[in-house]
């Protein structure tokens, strides 16, 4: 069974950074993009960001470009998720994703595999 595991989540400050880790295990993903999606309560649930299997592309949700990073390290299954500057806004539920596809994709039905989600609160 392919399992994701996200971790890093918590509470911070307006302003403030956190870094968020999504793990894989049961099989090694070296020729699939990764995603990061969020929910807030209520909300449907939405692209952040995505990166290619080789980490070379990335694409970015307009609300998060220049604050947010996406990269991978592929010999550890790992993706990361480095957010900057966190706006009250960007409370949500986020979520790692793989996609069906070795190249970016911002679509969320491209992804077949999730993770259980780890909760960020950005105070104001």
């Known amino acids: 069974q392919v399992q994701l595991e996200e971790s890093g989540g918590g509470l911070v400050q307006a302003g403030g950074s956190l870094r968020l880790s999504c793990a894989v295990s049961g099989r090694t993903f070296n020729n699939n993009g990764m995603g990061w999606f969020r929910q807030a309560p209520g909300k449907e649930r939405e692209i952040v960001a995505a990166?290619?299997?080789?980490?070379?592309?990335?694409g970015y949700a307009d609300s998060v470009k220049g604050r947010f990073t996406i990269s991978r390290d592929t010999a550890k299954n790992t993706v990361y998720l480095q957010m900057s500057d966190l706006k009250p806004e960007d409370t949500a539920i986020y979520y790692c994703?793989?996609?069906?596809?070795?190249?970016?994709?911002?679509?969320?039905?491209?992804?077949?595999?999730w993770g259980q989600g780890t909760q960020v609160t950005v105070s104001p």
């Open positions: 990166i290619s299997w080789r980490g070379g592309t990335t």
């Open positions: 994703a793989v996609s069906v596809f070795s190249s970016v994709s911002m679509r969320l039905t491209d992804y077949n595999y």
